[in-house]
T-cell receptor, first 113, second 118 residues
Framework: AQSVTQLGSHVSVSEGALVLLRCNYSSSVPPYLFWYVQYPNQGLQLLLK??????LVKGINGFEAEFKKSETSFHLTKPSAHMRDAAEYFCAVSDRGYSTLTFGKGTMLLVSP | GAGVSQSPSNKVTEKGKDVELRCDPI?????LYWYRQRLGQGLEFLIYFQGNSAPDKSGLPSDRFSAERTGESVSTLTIQRTQQEDSAVYLCASSEEGRGLAGGYEQYFGPGTRLTVT
């Protein structure tokens, strides 16, 4: 069975600071990995996904994530936080059978001026 | 084009009543998923449709929950005899994933239906 662990239910950063949201997964097969963002009162939006091409994946809004098989991690980073990045971020995994996603519990990113 | 839509956006119901939640996926998307998001929790998978068939219903929490899809389009999630623990946001997603193909397709999510059982 797959599982996803997101360390930290809340992460606070100052505007302009580095954003690091952690995600570790377990999967019996090489997985597909995703980061979704949920802005207040909106649906989930895909930020980026890993599907076994390059291990460093670039997404929208300046976010990127690196797949590290040895660490079973897929941490999300952004060099400089903006106020508009304040949202909840979800890491998700699917195996190669079909696309049903297993989600982590989410990390709320708080950005202060 | 239009995204995934869900209705109603909010539903308040009394314990013991039945509710129906509707999802209109993106036109042409063969795969459709229902998830549940309870307060402070991640999303829980409920059911997956490929066309009008549901090859994976493993996430439905009890026999009070059922879902159907018709015309390879609209889907309805029905909860019978609602309980307070059913209170959650119910999210629908669709993707282009085709029968027999591997995963990794982006899922497009609707805005959700917030269900409150009093």
């Amino acid at each position: 069975a797959q599982s996803v662990t997101q360390l930290g239910s809340h992460v606070s950063v100052s505007e302009g600071a580095l954003v690091l949201l952690r995600c570790n997964y377990s999967s019996s097969v090489p997985p597909y990995l995703f980061w979704y963002v949920q802005y207040p009162n909106q649906g989930l939006q895909l930020l980026l996904k890993y599907t076994s091409a390059a291990t460093l994946v670039k997404g929208i809004n300046g976010f990127e994530a690196e797949f590290k098989k040895s660490e079973t991690s897929f941490h999300l980073t952004k060099p400089s936080a903006h106020m508009r990045d304040a949202a909840e971020y979800f890491c998700a995994v699917s195996d190669r059978g079909y696309s049903t996603l297993t989600f982590g519990k989410g990390t709320m990113l708080l950005v202060s001026p | 084009g239009a995204g995934v839509s869900q209705s109603p956006s909010n539903k308040v119901t009394e314990k013991g009543k039945d509710v129906e939640l509707r999802c209109d996926p993106i036109s042409g998307h063969t795969a459709l998923y229902w998830y549940r998001q309870r307060l402070g929790q991640g999303l829980e998978f409920l059911i997956y449709f490929q066309g009008n068939s549901a090859p994976d219903k493993s996430g439905l929490p009890s026999d009070r929950f059922s879902a159907e899809r018709t015309g390879e389009s609209v889907s309805t999630l029905t909860i019978q005899r609602t309980q307070q623990e059913d209170s959650a946001v119910y999210l629908c997603a669709s993707s282009e994933e085709g029968r027999g193909l591997a995963g990794g397709y982006e899922q497009y999510f609707g805005p959700g239906t917030r269900l409150t059982v009093t």
